[in-house]
């Protein structure tokens, strides 16, 4: 029985349809651990620990090149909270052009016998526009951003969408009344409302910044509620004080846009509703089972997408370096063992590869001797031999 270890109240819920299959928070040398925001970077990490899912899409509590170093798969559960962050970034759309912060707070700190009186005197100086007809862009159209889009397009707004790693599948989730832009800057040039949706990388970070903010529409409103550092604060500022910028709403609050009327700042909520962590808990759940299970590897961060359906009765999992000749002295050091080979699957993420054997027949006593001399081989991480239980 594998062992689970959580770091989180809420996701442990995740794990309760599993609990006849795994036992939880009873060691801390567990195979997996299912986690949300706790920081693993000075953690130390059981050699048996197998696979980490993050319940979320960000995954930087997470030290990737010590996980894997250990042999340890990496995974986020991507769009389990993909309608929580739709629903608050229309929200702040609305907000954006109905001033409704600043409407309330006013509202809070005016009351008495002539409110009314003073209501009709006041209001227009919080009167807004409507969203209908204005030109939205969603930088980055994946799980969350497509979900934005679509929403835009259904309240009247003419939407361009850029990606420029769009897949088939996010494709076909976007409607075909949203235009599709070939750049970032034909994204942006004509657009009223400016959003990114994007994985923060070094390709991303600061991909909002002074030269894009100098092609935007004059008065442009500007989100982010993807991560920190994709829309570079200091030239925002700038363009605010200029007034190039009408204003910037964000999730991710830092020193420089703090106190301002023109920025709204929410406490990295995005994802903090209740269905979001339940989704969360329970794919993550659901993606340490697999893997544990059959190898197989899907949404990983840190290792190849590789998925081989599990029709044999053993399969022989690896996660080495992504060198030459790997493949070649796996496949010797199995037929040195007297082992056929039904059949083999590799894939490679930049200096890492995984390779899943598939096996008819393999002795018990050699299990533990397979595992040593595979291991042996010099830039495997980690080997392990799984058990179909329909066929083992």
């Known amino acids: 029985m594998y062992q689970v270890k959580t770091y989180n109240a809420i996701v442990q819920a995740g794990l309760d349809r599993f609990t006849d299959q795994y036992q939880v928070n009873q060691t801390d040398d567990a195979d997996g651990y299912l986690i949300r925001s706790v920081d693993l970077h000075d953690h130390v990490f059981p050699k048996n620990l197998k696979v980490i899912a993050r319940c979320g899409a960000g995954f930087n509590n997470i030290p990737l090149d010590k996980a894997t170093a250990n042999g340890t798969a990496v995974f986020n559960t991507p769009g389990s909270n993909a309608n929580a962050v739709k629903e608050l970034m229309v929200a702040m759309l609305i907000a954006s052009t109905r001033n409704l912060f600043a409407a309330a707070d006013y509202a809070a700190h005016n009351s008495g016998a002539d409110i009314s009186k003073r209501t009709e005197r006041d209001k227009t100086k919080f009167n807004g526009e409507e969203l209908l007809g204005k030109t939205l862009a969603v930088i980055g159209v994946g799980h969350v951003g497509s979900l934005v889009a679509n929403a835009a397009n259904h309240l009247g707004m003419k939407v361009i969408a850029y990606d420029p790693y769009l897949t088939s599948d996010a494709a076909w989730r976007i409607s075909t009344d949203i235009h599709r832009a070939q750049t970032l800057d034909e994204a942006i040039k004509q657009a009223d409302f400016v959003t990114v949706h994007v994985p923060k990388n070094s390709e991303t970070t600061g ?107 053993y399969r022989i999992t690896l996660i080495h370096k992504n060198i030459p000749n790997m493949v070649g002295q796996i496949a010797t050091a199995l037929a040195n063992a007297n082992i056929n080979i039904e059949g083999m699957s590799n894939a490679a993420r930049e200096d890492v590869a995984y390779t899943v054997i598939d096996v008819k027949h393999l002795q018990q006593e050699i299990e533990d001797e397979l595992v040593t001399r595979l291991g042996k081989i010099d830039a495997v991480f980690r080997v392990r031999i799984l058990k179909n239980p329909a066929l083992a």
């Open 207 to 313: 991909m909002i910044g002074a030269e894009q903010l100098a092609i935007m529409k004059q008065g442009v409103a500007l989100f982010n509620f993807a991560r920190g550092g994709i829309v570079d604060n200091a030239a925002v500022v700038k363009a605010l004080d200029a007034g190039k910028a009408r204003t910037y709403y964000t999730d991710f609050g830092s020193d420089e846009i703090l106190d301002r009327n023109d920025v709204v700042v929410t406490p990295h909520i995005g994802g903090s509703t209740a269905e979001a962590e339940t989704n969360g808990a329970i794919q993550g759940a659901e993606t340490i089972m697999t893997y544990l299970e059959t190898g197989n590897i899907l949404n990983s961060v840190n290792l190849p997408n590789l998925q081989v359906p599990f029709t044999t009765p």
